[in-house]
């Protein structure tokens, strides 16, 4: 027992201390990353912040550094790409917005064509519309259980668990549109001057034009094609044109 | 009986006795493994071959090697085998399967390979231990025949300071390496390096050995301080001539030179690592016009034209030129003074090498003096970390006179933009992106949920389900009394029967008369859904007869319910306390029969 003291002293003093060092050693990372921009070494910039990313550091303000190392590197695409992947973690921060609305506009990049539904989805994260979910399904279980032991209040319960079934109903189709978002993911063309074709060939003709830095949907996987939708209209682009904004590859994947 | 129906029967016969021997005689070899590496005395650098052959296991698992100092180990190949012999009048099934490693000796000395331990399913096998004696190829020495190191031109460098990496490779000339090499795990985070350059093929003497010496070279830059450690590993192919890894023994000289007699192998070569110390610039001496660029430059600037009239144009060039991080060089921007409307500076130019690291940069700036009173261009400044002298150089370019005319409207103009602004109120002048985010308390969001989370999620759901069965059978039994009385009897019986058995423990016959009817009528009372003054011996026979209960019992029930009326109503009989304990032993055992059957 004399000798199982320190020993869980230094255990307990090594759980504390390792996470806190993990993250010293980030936060010195974005420093220099965000010195460099500061100096206007964009490229070093973007280069320490994909560090960061693949040292496993992926939050949203990573992303947007990100974002705004490459589009002052003159690399819209990779910008947009990096806004869109900050705005899927936090997707009401109005600075993300604006940077993603510049870089899209500097470029007049195009935007998938969504429902009304999709973009009330898109107000909040993946995390957010789960705990959503989770909390209406906790809430509703106990409102069940009371539902069965409390025969004298069912008619309020009735009530409430009628109101959490339609919150839980939308919660699940909040987390299915994210769900659906990563099955058939978006993307951002980084290529500048791509046009969409009618069928995947080189030789076919062009249908309309994707400027860099435009967001489309990806529906089909036709060996190195992708069929997009943008802009309510669908067209076959090569699949090194654009970047997926997810899953969130490595950066070194993206430079390739 | 003809020839061909004679024929036709001795066939029939042989593959009688065949499929006989097949299906009552077939056994399988005894399992087993066995090692060997040949051959054993060999020279540095030429393969040895290691199989392992494992009989009478289904599916083996290939036996994994420890490291060997001085060997390079390489495989395993797998071959499989079957084969079928009749031993003692048995047909024998031998299946094995072989595991062939290849050791390249890297250096030369006595070796001792294993022994080793190899789990097949439930059994462990030992291999013995096999020596080895390596030799020194022919004119060799005491290195090692194959290794490689990695090296830096600069062994504290500077942030952002471009240095030489060089990977150099020895060969011992005896071995032939196959001239593609490939960078295996080398972790460059933090580092910007461009791909390595073979510098070509030298002949060395280390220890009195010949070695083939190869260089590489890599231009890097480290984008942070601190400390790196570069331990890449290298894979390598050496060429083994078939003849070294096995001997002929027809040595036809023309089918060797016929066919090609040579192979490759594939080396994984440790490098011996190299720890770089990165040493961030200091801050002493910076001057303000440092913008991140370090190495050696040149600064140059062109005005033209330096005669003009008030409102044309300037075009001032700019050209850096030398050798260090021109990634990362943004150009310096001049402070022409309120006389001038400055638009931005634009990159015109870039011609560097294909590293990226020497060439020159040219940028472009238009100006337009705004008054006539603007007599020059003031001088511009570019500043640089020089890392060989280890200071700061600042190189600075003009000022440039120039000769300003009246514009051609006529007098000259100053806009005086703060007084605009002032009478417009806040001006928009510009746009551009917002500034970077500060670091997050968290680096890690939305880290993956484990298992037990979601696991934690059935909880609710199996709460739900346990409320509604319970309700649901309490509203069930709420409906049936009959049943709930018949689940209930018995738990209504156990109070009687502890009442019992104390009684009898204490030899206290009114005690236990009393535990005794309690049990009797709380017990059939419940089970036959009875009410207290229902529960009488002849009632409860009754009921018992018709519910599939053995006569027997239903006779001792009511022998029970007799006796018990008879101590109740003439107590001091002389109950002793074997009468008591058979009593209560006929009643436990009455109520275990009455629980078997079904209601």
């Known amino acids: ?256 | 009986m003809t020839l061909s129906s004679r024929y036709a029967r001795r066939m029939l016969r042989a593959f009688s006795l065949m499929a006989f021997l097949c299906l009552a005689a077939t056994g399988s070899a005894q399992p087993g493994v066995s090692f060997d590496i040949q051959p054993r005395v060999l020279r540095v650098g030429q393969p040895a071959q290691c199989t392992i052959t494992v009989r009478g296991a289904d599916n083996p698992s290939a036996p994994a090697l420890p490291p060997m100092d001085g060997f390079q180990i390489s495989g395993p190949g797998t071959s499989r085998q079957s084969s079928f012999n009749l031993v003692n009048g048995q047909m024998q099934s031998d299946s094995s399967v072989t595991f062939t490693y290849s050791l390249l000796p890297l250096k030369a000395g006595q070796f001792t390979i294993g022994p080793f331990e190899y789990q097949m399913g439930n059994q462990k096998a030992e291999l013995p231990a096999i020596q080895i004696q390596v030799v020194q190829p022919e004119g060799g020495g005491d290195s090692e025949a194959l290794y490689a190191e990695i090296t830096s031109a600069r062994e504290n460098p500077f942030v952002q300071e471009v240095f030489d990496l060089y990977i150099t490779i020895h060969v011992h000339e005896s071995i032939n390496l196959h001239p593609e090499i490939s960078l295996l795990g080398f972790d460059t985070a933090g580092l910007d390096m461009k791909g390595f350059q073979e510098l070509g093929q030298t002949r060395e003497v280390v220890d009195n050995t010949i070695f083939n010496v190869r260089r590489f070279r890599a231009k890097a830059r480290a984008l942070r301080s601190g400390d790196f450690s570069l331990n890449p590993v290298l894979r390598a192919h050496v060429i083994v001539s078939r003849d070294q890894r096995r001997s002929d023994p027809f040595r036809n000289p023309f089918l060797s030179g016929f066919f090609n007699q040579q192979e490759t192998r594939a080396v994984n070569l440790a490098v011996k690592p190299l720890t770089l110390h990165v040493r961030p610039l200091p801050e002493d001496g910076k001057p303000a016009s440092f913008s991140g660029a370090v190495g050696s430059f040149d600064f140059q600037v062109a005005a033209k034209p330096l005669e003009l009239a008030v409102g044309d144009p300037i075009t001032l060039t700019l050209t850096i030129s030398g050798e260090g991080n021109l990634d990362g060089i943004t150009a310096p921007a001049p402070s022409a003074g309120e006389y001038f409307r400055t638009y931005d500076i634009k990159q015109v130019a870039r011609q560097t090498d294909a590293g990226g690291t020497a060439g020159q940069l040219v940028f472009e700036q238009v100006l337009l003096p705004q008054n006539i009173n603007a007599k020059e261009l003031p001088s511009i400044e570019f500043g640089f970390f020089n890392p060989q002298q280890e200071k700061y150089v600042t190189l600075s370019r003009g000022p440039f006179p120039l000769r300003l005319s009246p514009a051609a409207n006529g007098g000259s103009r100053m806009v005086d933009g703060s007084s605009r602004a002032a009478a417009a109120g806040a001006k928009i002048l510009g746009s551009d992106i917002v500034y970077l985010k500060p670091a997050p308390r968290s680096f890690i969001q939305d880290k993956p949920r484990s298992r037990g989370f979601w696991l934690l999620q059935t909880v609710p759901a199996l709460c739900a389900a346990g409320v509604f069965a319970l309700s649901r059978r309490r509203r069930e039994l709420n409906r049936d009394v009959a049943r709930a009385r018949r689940i209930r009897a018995p738990r209504s019986a156990r109070r009687g029967l502890r009442m019992m058995n104390n009684a009898a423990a204490a030899a206290d016959a009114a005690r236990f008369t009393e535990g005794l009817w309690e049990t009797l009528t709380r017990y059939f009372g419940n089970l036959l859904n009875l009410a207290p003054g229902e529960v009488t011996a002849d009632v409860v026979a009754h009921r018992l007869g018709h519910s599939g209960l053995p006569q027997e019992t239903v006779e001792d029930i009511a022998q029970l319910f007799r006796a018990c009326d008879s101590m109740r109503y003439a107590p001091g009989q002389g109950v002793t306390s074997s009468d008591m304990a058979e009593m209560k032993y006929k009643l436990e055992r009455i109520i275990k029969s009455c629980e078997r059957i079904k209601s």
């Open chain 1, 1 to 256: 027992m004399k000798t199982a003291k320190p020993i869980l002293f230094l255990m307990l003093m090594l759980s504390l201390t390792a996470p806190g060092r993990l993250f010293a050693g980030f936060t010195e990372l974005f420093q220099q990353a965000a010195g460099a921009y500061d100096e206007g070494r964009f490229a070093d910039a973007a280069r320490l912040y994909e560090d960061l990313l693949n040292a496993g550091a992926g939050s949203p303000e990573v992303f947007y550094n990100l974002g705004n190392a490459r589009f002052k590197n003159g690399e819209d695409g990779l910008a947009v790409l990096n806004y869109r992947r900050a705005q899927y973690f936090s997707p009401r921060d109005p600075d993300i917005r604006a940077n993603l609305d510049y870089a899209m506009s500097r470029n007049s990049a195009v935007r998938r064509s969504q429902t009304t539904a999709a973009q009330l989805a898109e107000n909040l994260s993946l995390r957010e519309w789960e705990n959503a979910m989770l909390t209406f399904y906790w809430l509703a279980a106990a409102a069940a259980i009371l539902w069965m032991l409390d025969a004298a209040r069912r008619p309020v319960y009735s009530k409430l668990l009628m109101l959490l079934a339609v919150l839980l109903v939308i919660g699940t189709a909040g987390v299915r549109h994210w769900k659906d978002l990563q099955r058939m993911p978006e993307a951002v063309m980084v290529e500048t001057g791509r046009s969409a074709f009618f069928a995947p060939i080189e030789s076919s003709t062009a249908h309309f034009s994707l400027p860099v830095g435009s967001l489309v949907r990806i529906h089909e996987f036709e060996g190195r094609w992708l069929k997009v939708e943008a802009d309510g209209k669908e067209g076959w682009i090569p699949d090194q044109s654009c970047r997926a904004v997810y899953p969130w590859i490595s950066p070194a994947d993206q430079q390739e």
